[in-house]
């Protein structure tokens, strides 16, 4: 797994991101600093043929008790079609996470990795912006 994590730390050197290398679990951390100073925590996986970039959004049980359920699931796939590149899914434990798969072609490339990253970030901020907004309940 030694090419893929040296194609990856290559990457992030040429994209100016700082990051961490838990080589040992094989994954990265990185604090993507946005403009107005805040940081997201981006989580990269990878295998020996693929990797994954997690951007955490909520815990689900964390969301206000007003919130439609259907309608959060519903949002969620719709978001995902409508979010190039991102997906959206639920982890076993509960955190509701902006995602993006990178297979070994896309690694190799710097640009690739660079819209993989920012794909998860757009799929973060639709949530806040667009998907959020419309689950509350109505009363």
Known sequence: MQKIST?????????GFQYIHFEDKNYFTIDF???DGNKLPLWLFYTEK???ILLPIV??????????EAELYKRLLEGSLEVSGAAYSVSKDG?????TELD??????VESVGLGIKSVITGYAYFLDNILPT????E
Do not use: G, H, Q, T
């Open 7 to 15: 194609l990856l730390e290559e990457a992030f050197s040429k994209l």
């Open 33 to 35: 600093k946005l403009k």
């Open 50 to 52: 693929s990797a994954v």
């Open 59 to 68: 815990m689900v049980n964390d969301l206000p008790a007003e919130i439609d």
């Open 95 to 99: 955190m509701l996470v902006s995602f």
């Open 104 to 109: 070994m072609s896309r690694i190799s490339s």
């Open 135 to 138: 689950i509350l309940k109505k």
